[in-house]
């Protein structure tokens, strides 16, 4: 990815968003990466159009993620909300912790034949997976019958109106590949397990299961109150409550039972979630969605059961 290497004495402006690579830069200042990690720093990004171009700090440019890439955002896209650099910036973020968890399992991309993305929304992650797969078949699922037929104009997806309960999802199977961001982050833990059940059915032997949760940084955003998540006081009380007793929390929205915010430590995933002869751990990465959301990837061993 990275190319070039910090710029050349002549070029003194900023270069453009894209072209910065945010990861290299923490790698190259471990003071920045401190700073983020303890909530003074909102990105790489930032600490560097502030601070660390002015102090003349070196950065590494990568290519333009979004070369090639279908940038066609539907009016009712409820993931966009006037920035669109953050909006694709999410969306290529999944597409790094996909790469991650295939190069984890030594599977090339070429190998990957069919990708299932629940929930679809209106492809702010899908339009990454087209354009990085361009030889598998997509599958588009969400409750949104709009994303979902956005998603099949747009990006080729086949597609496919979910339920709510996971046990009602019209999936047929066959996949090699599962990507599911932030929907376990707002079930319940009974909910989010029909739904690894799922996953685990549909999935081809070998299959990748990449999905993402609230952990531990999101524990602490609500804590401290610099993220309310939506949630009332007397609602976040409770949540931490529960979390921090059993190491999942949650509580739902106002006015929707069923569906709202849920944290979950790494210890309870992996003896609740993970424990399972029918699941192989392949990574856990803390924050690596968007720099909140925890990422978990799983593979489906072989001779664990038929799609």
């Known amino acids: ?17 894209n072209e910065f690579d945010e990861d290299a830069y923490l790698q190259l200042h471990a003071d920045v990466a401190v700073a983020m990690a303890q909530g003074r720093v909102d990105s790489a990004w930032q600490h560097f159009t502030l601070h660390g171009f002015a102090e003349g700090r070196p950065w590494i440019s990568k290519r333009d993620p979004l070369a090639g890439l279908n940038r066609e955002i539907a009016p009712g896209d409820e993931m966009y909300f006037g920035n669109a650099e ?3 910036d999410v969306g290529e973020s999944a597409l790094r912790c996909v790469e991650s968890a295939l190069l984890a399992v030594r599977r090339r991309k070429s ?6 993305d629940l929930p679809c929304g209106y492809g702010r992650v899908l339009r ?3 354009q990085a797969f361009p030889g598998a078949q997509l599958t588009a699922c969400d409750l949104l019958r709009d994303g979902v037929e956005f998603c099949a104009r747009q990006f080729g997806a086949v597609p496919v109106v979910s339920r709510t309960e996971p046990a009602e999802v019209p999936l047929s199977g066959g996949y090699d590949l599962i990507w599911c961001g932030s929907l376990l982050t707002h079930l319940p833990a009974a909910r989010c397990a029909g739904f690894l059940q799922l996953f685990q059915r549909v999935l081809h032997p070998d299959g990748i299961l990449v999905f993402t949760l ?30 921090r007793r059993t190491g999942f929390g949650y509580v739902d929205y106002p006015g929707q039972p069923g569906y709202g915010i849920s944290l979950a430590r790494p210890s309870y995933v992996l003896e609740h979630f993970v424990q399972r002869p029918e699941w192989r751990l392949v990574g856990y990465h803390e924050t690596a969605w968007d720099r909140r959301q925890d990422v978990v990837c799983l593979q489906k061993p072989v001779g664990s059961g038929p799609v």
């Open 111 to 116: 190998a990957v034949g069919s990708i299932l």
């Open 128 to 130: 990454f997976l087209r």
């Open 1 to 17: 990815m990275a190319e070039a290497a910090s710029p050349s004495p002549e070029r003194r402006e900023l270069p453009p968003r």
């Open 86 to 88: 953050h909006y694709f």
């Open 214 to 243: 609230h952990g531990r940084r999101c524990e602490a955003e609500l804590a401290t109150g610099r993220h309310d998540f939506g949630l009332a006081p007397e609602q976040a009380t409770p949540l931490l409550a529960e979390y």
